[in-house]
């Protein structure tokens, strides 16, 4: 039987869409409602059996929902959230997929309807690709999905958050807004800025000769710019700071090269390596 009557996704790209499949691929939810502004992309998720029916009208689509997933660009989630939160049931879960966390949650503090339940979420799941046709039923299998409670955060709204992601195959996490911000400055924000970095130094007339190391390496960098513009603004200081810690190793590797240290050289290289080997495949 399905947990759930009525799941409404606001934003139906690659994650709401990947959100929706998962839930009508695992009999999860009766309705998966999407909502969004383009009628072709809504149309175009309901080909693609990520939902089963959709409005461009958000508080239609809100108006039964057991639980609303807020997949909007950063900058948009805090407004989006506020507006489900003054149409949807009393008790019904809010969450988003926001990549940065502590803008979002400090703007919805204390300024929702009372016994709204929202709590933040961040899959930690997604790809350099845009748009509900690059959307997998399975993109959250076995990927983490942090959590970001406040001292606000209602238990139920932790309880059912967690449900709603561990019945995608997600596990899940908690922390707070700040350690979150924190920890994808490094893990996912500055590889972006040095991704990005790294295909601008490419001379253009050299590019006929890349191989698999600079695909591999220059990958997300391909990802939408407007969508990485908001994300690292929004995060900008954490990621200044890992940016110093990515010039401060580079320094080190420049030192080792310029004075042709092959010790040295051999240690940064073999340090690097057995970080990136516990990374896993």
Do not use: Y
Not at 57 to 78: K, M, N
Not at 114 to 133: D, M, N, Q
Not at 213 to 241: F, K, P, Y
Request: with cysteine.
């Amino acid at each position: 039987m399905p947990r759930w009557n009525t799941v409404a996704i606001v934003g139906v790209g690659l994650l709401g869409g990947s959100i929706g499949l998962g839930l009508r691929q695992r009999g999860l939810a009766k309705q998966v409602v999407g909502i969004g502004r383009r009628r072709a992309t809504l149309d175009s998720a309901r080909r693609l059996g990520a939902i089963t029916t959709s409005t461009t009208l958000l508080d239609r689509g809100v108006h039964d929902a057991d639980v609303v997933v807020v997949c909007t660009p950063v900058d948009q989630i805090a407004d989006h959230v506020k507006a489900a939160a003054a149409c949807c049931p009393q008790g019904c879960l809010l969450t988003d997929v926001g990549s940065t966390k502590g803008r979002i949650v400090s703007q919805l503090d204390g300024g929702l309807p009372a016994g709204t339940c929202f709590i933040g979420s961040h899959p930690l799941a997604g790809s350099e690709k845009r748009g509900v046709a690059a959307a997998d039923g399975d993109l959250l299998a076995g990927r983490v999905v942090v959590l970001t409670p406040i001292r606000g955060t209602e238990p139920k709204a932790r309880r059912a958050a967690t449900t709603f992601w561990q019945s995608l195959g997600a596990r899940v996490v908690e922390m707070s807004p700040a350690e979150h911000d924190a920890a994808l400055a490094f893990t996912s924000h500055l590889p972006h800025a040095v991704a990005v970095a790294l295909a601008l130094a490419v001379p253009a007339a050299d590019l006929a000769l890349a191989a698999g190391g600079l695909r591999d390496t220059t990958r997300i960098a391909a990802g939408d710019a407007e969508i990485w513009t908001q994300i690292l603004l929004d995060n900008r200081e954490n990621v200044a700071a890992t940016l110093e810690q990515f010039d401060a190793s580079l320094a080190d590797l420049r030192e080792a090269l310029a004075t042709a240290d092959r010790r040295q050289l051999k240690r940064i290289l073999t340090q690097a390596k057995r970080k990136r080997d516990a990374l896993g495949s």
